[in-house]
């Protein structure tokens, strides 16, 4: 037996604050019989599907707080002709997404919908347009759009208020993919249309149980709307004193006792979220780690190598990251560690130069501040991209150079043996970069 769906008014009662939801006038729209395009029996299935749920449309939209912070809510009812979009649910959305710009609140879509009502034809498939540009106008507002999809989440309602949110949980088990069951290849993978699959596709950025869903949507709502006004580099966590060499600062940084991002992370905040995937199909969990914290009360944006080499998908992440922040005018940290861009056959084909020149350009051009700090590799281009023109710091187990000594030795036709040598030449260490201008020196 299939587990029952929650409706639109208990999962509203899951996720928002006790008694605090307001639902928000329905605009008052006055349809031909059996809809726009007289669709035989459409005003009978409507009165159906009201007289089972209780409701009037397919959606519900209201103002409520959630974990403290308050919030517009829109909660789709599956049971109210598939939680499909016509021309009163564009109405609805419209005005709730008009309310939030008004009143400056972030939107929660809670969706549940196998698309666009057939039964309305065209007019129906044209809200997808309205709903897309109150996201847009919303989205350039500044304001947060936090989506949970839940079963089903199909057709055009996850291709706009799904996967078009800036951030995307689901819960468990859901089906979420833009072709719903019966329309999808009968030898299609199933597999392949959950919300497990999307997290791993990096369309969506984590699973969540209905049990935390409340306290999860809390705390990304906190963060999204309390922004610190800078982001402080972090305290060195490893060794103190400066390396004697350029090769004595490679060997430091590629040593494995030397403080990672995670630790620099652990220490920096207090609670913090993590974006998943770079909404292109990739994910680089083991090259960085991006996300939203909590640094003395307030909230600082990061974006951190792990110590390996950077794959596209990583680089695509961190771009998503930053320009999420500066939407929110939300400071971001950065922290450099990787050998290099992965420079592989497979990097190439997912588009590793254009990637990293996307970050270098989000970078660039972000309008709230980035602080940079240099926690091991410091690799050529790979690393250069992530890191912030006249506000990089370094720590004393780091190098930074325009390319590694290893290979730079290669470029120059030396022998290996020569690398130690190359590398001392290159002046990568430390008091080597800050004499240089590269890095800011003083205290942390």
């Known amino acids: 037996m299939p587990e029952r769906r929650p409706s639109a008014r208990e999962i509203l009662a899951l996720v928002a604050d006790h008694d605090t939801f307001d639902e928000l006038p329905h605009p008052d729209r006055q349809s031909r019989p059996d809809g ?121 309602g996850w291709a706009t208020l799904g996967a078009g949110a800036d951030v995307i949980l689901a819960l468990p088990g859901a089906q979420v993919g833009f072709a719903g069951s019966r329309v999808r290849p009968p030898d299609a993978d199933p597999a392949a249309y959950t919300a497990e699959a999307q997290v791993a596709a990096g369309s969506a950025d984590a699973l969540v149980r209905p049990g935390e869903l409340r306290e999860t949507l809390a705390l990304w709502l906190r963060l999204l709307t309390a922004p610190a006004e800078s982001a402080p580099p972090p305290a060195a966590l490893g060794r103190t004193d400066l390396p004697a060499t350029g090769w004595a600062a490679v060997q430091r940084a590629r040593s494995p006792e030397r403080p990672r991002a995670q630790a620099y992370l652990a220490a920096y905040f207090t609670e913090r979220v993590e974006i ?67 420079n592989d056959a497979e990097a190439e084909r997912q588009g590793a130069g254009a990637s990293i020149a996307e970050l270098f350009t989000a970078v660039a051009t972000a309008r709230t501040p980035v602080t940079t700090l240099v926690i091991g590799e410091g690799g050529s281009g790979g690393a250069l991209a992530l890191a912030a023109p006249g506000n990089t710091w370094a720590t004393p187990d780091s190098y930074f150079s325009v390319i590694a000594p290893e290979p730079a030795a290669a470029i120059l036709k030396r022998p290996p043996e020569e690398a130690e040598a190359t590398a001392n030449q290159l002046r990568i260490r430390p008091q080597d970069l800050a004499e240089l201008g590269v890095i800011r020196t003083g205290e942390q």
């Open 36 to 156: 726009p395009i007289s669709w035989p029996g459409y005003d009978t299935s409507r009165a159906r599907a009201a007289a089972r749920t209780g409701e009037e449309e397919s959606v519900i939209c209201g103002t409520a707080s959630v974990g403290g912070t308050r919030a517009v809510l829109i909660a789709f009812e599956f049971g109210f002709l598939g939680g499909s979009l016509g021309e009163r649910t564009g109405d609805r959305l419209e005005a709730a997404y008009v309310h939030a710009r008004a009143h400056r609140l972030p939107v929660v879509p809670l969706v549940a919908t196998g698309g666009s009502r057939m039964q309305e034809g065209m007019l129906a498939l044209t809200q997808l347009q309205r709903v897309a540009r109150q996201s847009a106008l919303t989205r350039e507002a500044g304001l947060p759009q936090i989506a949970v999809l839940r079963d089903p989440t199909t057709g055009g």
């Open 276 to 342: 998943g995937g770079d909404r292109c199909g990739g994910r680089d969990p083991e090259g960085m780690l991006c996300g939203f914290g909590t640094h003395e009360g307030r909230t600082v944006a990061y974006a951190a190598q792990t110590g390996a080499a950077t794959r596209p998908a990583g680089y695509r992440t961190a771009t998503r990251l930053i320009r999420l922040a500066d939407r929110f005018g939300i400071p971001v940290l950065t922290l450099v560690d990787t050998p290099g861009a992965a």
